[in-house]
């Protein structure tokens, strides 16, 4: 367990410099030279800026590049079980081609699961409380809930109301499909554990 939270502080630190990262490589695609980033703080923008869809387009850039290395992490769980049966059923034993037991199978799986969940809470879920809680505070801090409103002249608490569920359907899909990979992945390790 000891293992698993190191694991999962260092995949949140590669990650917040991925949504950084991110962030950064999309504000400069679409012309913008204005910017700041900091640790502590998002790309700024002007807030008259002609284009707030570009606006728009760098705040989310940052939770859509983490979800995909959630997303290939998800995918690559549940591969290992499918690629592990086809290997053991060529080999006969429980030993895939990389000499792997079932319980290095189970092991490396909780790798990619703590890379999964670490993005999901560093980002939306991490987001989702920047988004509600700082900007209800009235702190000073420009979310993209602030670039939607310029962008779609929509009010405030609808686009909350917006927000929140996508995040509450993004969450159910989320947690379903990684179960859905550490299912496959367990049985297909426990399965291995078992062949003669």
Do not use: K
């Not at 700041?36 to 002007?46: E, T």
């Not at 909350?160 to 993004?170: A, E, K, P, R, W």
């Amino acid at each position: 367990m000891g293992r698993i939270a190191v694991l999962a502080v260092g995949f949140g630190a590669l990650l917040y410099g991925v949504h950084r990262l991110a962030m950064v490589v999309v504000a400069w695609l679409i012309g913008n030279e204005d910017m700041i980033v900091g640790l502590d703080c998002c790309v700024d923008y002007h807030r008259d800026a002609p284009d707030p869809w570009g606006n728009v387009l760098v705040a989310v850039s940052g939770v859509v590049a983490t979800q995909v290395v959630a997303w290939t992490a998800i995918g690559l769980l549940a591969a290992r079980s499918r690629s592990g049966r086809g290997r053991r059923d060529r080999a006969g034993s429980d030993q895939g081609s990389r000499g792997q037991s079932g319980g290095d199978r189970v092991g490396r799986g909780r790798v990619l699961v703590t890379v999964a969940v670490t993005a999901f809470v560093v980002s939306p879920l991490l987001q989702l409380f920047v988004y509600v809680i700082w900007h209800w505070a009235e702190r000073d801090y420009v979310a993209v809930i602030d670039y939607a409103m310029d962008a779609t002249g929509l009010p405030e608490q609808a686009l909350m109301v917006l927000l929140l569920g996508m995040f509450g359907g993004y969450a159910v899909v989320f947690w379903v499909a990684l179960r859905w990979a550490w299912d496959r992945a367990h049985a297909s390790a426990q399965l291995a554990g078992r062949t003669p």
